[in-house]
């Protein structure tokens, strides 16, 4: 069975092994006829991969393009579907962020991307200031330009550079929430976001597995290490990786 994401006009497909190229290019054809909105169809040839979360694809057929617009949430978010991560099924888990965001409110948006998490809460929480950081650089070239499509440039900062050296990313700044929608690594990144954070600050941090109670447990001990003491707000299912595997989100307030 052939699966798909749709990113603004493109879509991209995964077959199942053995598909011929006759076969893959028919369902591309096929999907375009069926679907005006779309206007490229391509296979993800590789699985996500790396701290920057690439991947590759094959053109199969319509324009030839990699760069679409994507819109959600009356967002619109500009990308480069092989430079840029992004996931259209993540579109409810941010709308869910946002609402839970105080008006006014400092956010600190991590491993951003093209800031869809950074967008989507600036239109429906209408925080004061939202810095949204991201090692990669095309990310971060496309980032400021969805700030200014979205008309959040005054209220998105985006930063370009490694979580792991905040420090010097962004100086000493306290804020209200973090948002931690991370790369699927072994490392939590919990390190080096305590010193950012003030009583009462709300972390949401997500993480993966196959048991949620594994993520409370090594959030509590980098608590521990950090001597932070916490409160577990929310904990839930995200969304399913793989069969047997889940994203999760565990909501955390410094006390």
């Known amino acids: 069975m052939t699966s798909y994401d749709v990113i603004g006009s493109i879509a991209i497909l995964k077959f199942p092994r053995g598909m011929k190229k006759s076969e893959k290019k028919k369902t591309a054809l096929e999907l375009l006829e069926k679907h005006k909105n779309l206007k490229t169809v391509v296979e993800k040839s590789e699985k996500v991969r790396g701290r920057l979360r690439t991947i590759k694809t094959l053109f199969l057929a319509g324009e030839k393009t990699k760069e679409s617009i994507h819109n959600e949430s009356g967002c619109r978010f500009k990308l480069n579907i092989e430079k840029c991560y992004f996931s259209p099924r993540l579109s409810n888990e941010r709308i869910e962020v946002a609402k839970k965001i105080a008006e006014g ?51 998105v900062e985006i930063v370009q550079g490694d979580v792991k050296k905040l420090k010097k990313l962004i100086k000493k700044r306290k804020f209200d929430v973090i948002v931690m929608p991370r790369p699927q690594l072994k490392e939590t990144f919990l390190a080096y976001i305590w010193e950012f954070c003030k009583k009462d600050t709300e972390i949401f941090y997500y993480g993966f597995g196959k048991d949620i109670e594994e993520i409370v447990s090594e959030i509590e001990k980098e608590a521990g290490k950090a001597k932070k003491k916490i409160r577990i707000i929310e904990k839930r299912n995200a969304g399913d990786i793989a069969p047997y595997r889940y994203r999760f989100l565990v909501r955390f307030k410094l006390v």
């Open 105 to 155: 409110s400092k956010v600190l948006v991590l491993f951003a991307g093209v800031s869809p998490f950074s967008i989507v809460i600036g239109k429906i929480a209408k925080p004061e200031k939202i810095v949204s950081v991201e090692l990669g650089r095309e990310c971060c070239r496309y980032g400021k330009e969805n700030a200014r499509l979205n008309k959040l440039e005054r209220v």
